[in-house]
């Protein structure tokens, strides 16, 4: 029984959030997983939303090319990171695209998380990378799992 609740946890992702506490909570109770975007940090109440969820049901996503960090957002208060922008007719190297999410944003969705929730960005980072694995990689994470309890 452990082993099964510790290797089959996730029925799915609900990717870029943007519901209530109350359904974040339905979600999880359910076994899913929530995914965090740009889009699931729009205003005050998608940031509590955010922080309700259980750091052991939390993914992180870009969604790009859409759904980055605006500075409208409320969660823009919290980016310690950024990049040289460049409308696309101007790129360079080392910039990214004027008003496009980007792979590297993912940092920023990091960060806001973190910072709202209060929590060290490394210890999230790592957890987040842990549900991961769960969600995707159950047959590793089995044997990983199994390994652990019977120290094989």
């Known amino acids: 029984m452990k082993i099964q609740k510790e290797c089959f946890l996730s029925s799915g992702i609900n990717a870029e959030y943007g519901g209530s506490i109350e359904d974040?909570?339905?979600y999880t109770d359910l076994g899913f997983f929530i995914g965090i975007?740009?889009?699931?940090l729009k205003t005050e109440e998608n940031l509590l939303a955010m922080a309700s969820i259980p750091s052991d049901?939390?993914?992180i996503e870009t969604d790009a090319p859409w759904c980055g960090i605006k500075n409208t957002h409320a969660g823009s208060k919290y980016v310690k990171t950024k990049w040289e922008v460049k409308k696309k007719e101007r790129w360079v190297e080392k910039a990214t695209v004027k008003d496009r999410s980007e792979p590297c944003h993912i940092a920023q969705v990091l960060e806001v998380?973190?910072?709202y929730r209060q929590e060290d960005p490394i210890e999230l980072c790592n957890q987040i990378y842990e549900n991961t694995k769960r969600m995707f990689f159950k047959?590793?994470?089995q044997r990983r799992v199994r390994a652990l309890l019977y120290n094989k």
Do not use: F, P, V
């Not at 975007?37 to 699931?40: A, E, F, L, V």
């Open 24 to 26: 974040a909570k339905k």
């Open 37 to 40: 975007n740009g889009c699931s």
């Open 57 to 59: 049901k939390l993914m």
């Open 113 to 115: 998380i973190a910072e």
């Open 139 to 141: 047959q590793w994470y």
